[in-house]
């Protein structure tokens, strides 16, 4: 089975910065999209940005275009959420997630990790 384990998260004031990881171990798969979503208190999980395992194309919510920037690295097996300006509405629990080549849905998800930002 692979394992997502993110990491980055804390508490970081309004107009601040973090830089999210999220690393993939055990078993090699076959993944098309890795992505980012979150979920806020008594919000719906929602999207904030993903890339491709192979190509340029990014895609981002258009709460975080602009401030939010998602990149890779195949030979770590990882993938980053590089956050600037960061808002209070950002605070949420990060995921990471994975979709398989042969898959319509994201069915790769790590635990999460937490991002607080204050005013």
């Known amino acids: 089975q692979v394992q997502l384990v993110e990491s980055g998260g804390g508490l970081v004031q309004a107009g601040g910065s973090l830089r999210l990881s999220c690393s993939a171990s055990g078993l090699a798969v076959s993944v098309a999209l890795m992505g980012w979503f979150r979920q806020a208190p008594g919000k719906e999980r929602e999207f904030v940005a993903a890339?491709?395992?192979?190509?340029?194309?990014?895609s981002y919510a258009d709460s975080v275009r602009g401030r939010f920037t998602i990149s890779r690295d195949n030979a770590k097996n990882t993938i980053y959420l590089q956050m600037t300006d960061l808002k209070p509405e950002d605070t949420a629990v990060y995921y990471c997630?994975?979709?398989?080549?042969?898959?319509?849905?994201?069915?790769?998800w790590g635990q999460g990790t937490q991002v607080t930002v204050s005013s």
């Open positions: 890339i491709p395992y192979f190509g340029s194309s990014t």
């Open positions: 997630a994975g979709r398989l080549i042969w898959s319509s849905s994201y069915s790769l």
